[in-house]
């Protein structure tokens, strides 16, 4: 009789036969492939980033897709330029910042919390209401990875919890999502910075505390959120992200079993020193996949 766990050695022959997959260590992977066969979509919970992650980094012809705050550049450059161009500067100044090899995370933070301070003062002293960013986001150019719908909603129906944990705005990963799926799967539960409206539904203010890339972790995580009750026991974790800052995101889910790290290399293949970083920190690397499949074939093989 086959068991549950034989489905291991297949999928780890299949991750390590793909040119664009790294897999450097494949026994460990393997290992953790194993223990979370055993405990089944009850005892897994999915921890993934958004921007880059879940959606798509760049369109076929290798254009530069949106993130959620990108939304505001886009379609406020549209209608408003100059203020447009404001949120545009502030990229161009610290994206750079956030990807310098030379600079250590904690040189990096304080400019990552002026990016993010300045951007969020932009959006609340403008007053935008839900109705115009929920358009902007119809209008957006924030594009679903291939399969991550159906990824999405094939957790739910296993009852395996996903907590989108995003530095970005989780406003805009509601409405992308209400937009998509028509409503926000169950399952589903958001980490992220909250946009918050005044009676007549304008920006007044951001939620507290603040997330930008490099707090990703248990400094962040309200531990009286309700959903976190639902993720409790749930000792194992798939984590997905596209960052150096995302690879703590599970840190603050008290537990003892294993985290499966699964990471987007977005960057240049001729920065072979990022590459091998990547390769340090994640358990998985996937080169340039504009898809959800490896994430899919994981979560297949436990239910
Ligand atoms: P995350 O993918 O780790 O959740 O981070 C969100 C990304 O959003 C990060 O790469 C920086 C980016 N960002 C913008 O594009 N524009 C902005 O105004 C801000 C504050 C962040």
């Not at 290992?31 to 959606?55: C, H, N, P």
């Not at 129906?157 to 944990?165: E, S």
Request: aromatic fraction near 10%.
């Amino acid at each position: 009789q086959l068991k549950k766990t034989d489905a291991v050695p297949l999928l780890m022959s299949w991750l390590l036969g793909q040119e664009s997959i790294v897999c450097s260590d494949p026994t460990t992977v393997a290992a953790k492939l194993r223990k979370m066969v055993v405990g089944g979509a009850g005892k897994t919970v999915v921890i993934s980033d958004f921007d880059y992650t879940l959606s798509r980094f760049a369109n076929e012809s290798g254009e530069r897709l949106s993130t959620t705050h990108g939304v505001f550049d886009d379609n406020v450059m549209r209608l408003k330029p100059e203020l447009g161009q404001k949120f545009v500067d502030l990229k161009n100044k610290y994206y750079p910042i956030e990807f310098c090899p030379k600079l250590t995370m904690e040189e990096k933070i304080p400019h990552m919390e002026k990016w993010w301070g300045t951007s969020h003062s932009l959006i609340v002293n403008e007053k935008f209401s839900k109705h115009t960013i929920q358009d902007f986001v119809r209008q957006s150019r924030i594009v679903f990875k291939d399969g991550a719908e159906d990824f999405i909603q094939s957790l739910d129906a296993h009852n395996i919890p996903l907590v989108i944990f995003s530095a970005g705005i989780g406003n805009i990963i509601e409405y992308f999502l209400e937009q998509k799926l028509g409503a926000i799967p169950r399952n589903t539960h958001f980490i992220s910075n909250m946009i918050l409206f005044d009676e007549d539904e304008k920006a007044c203010a951001f939620s507290e505390p603040l997330i930008h890339t490099f707090c990703k972790n248990s400094s962040v995580i309200q531990k009286e959120a309700p959903f976190f009750h639902e993720i409790n026991g749930r000792v194992n974790v798939i984590l997905l992200g596209d960052s150096m800052g995302d690879i703590h995101m599970d840190v603050g889910v008290e537990r003892d079993g294993p985290t499966l790290k699964v990471g987007y290399y977005n960057g240049s293949l001729d920065d072979t020193a990022a590459l091998q970083h990547y390769e340090e920190v994640y358990d998985i690397v996937l080169i340039h996949d504009p898809t959800l499949n490896v994430a899919q074939k994981i979560v297949d093989v436990i239910n």
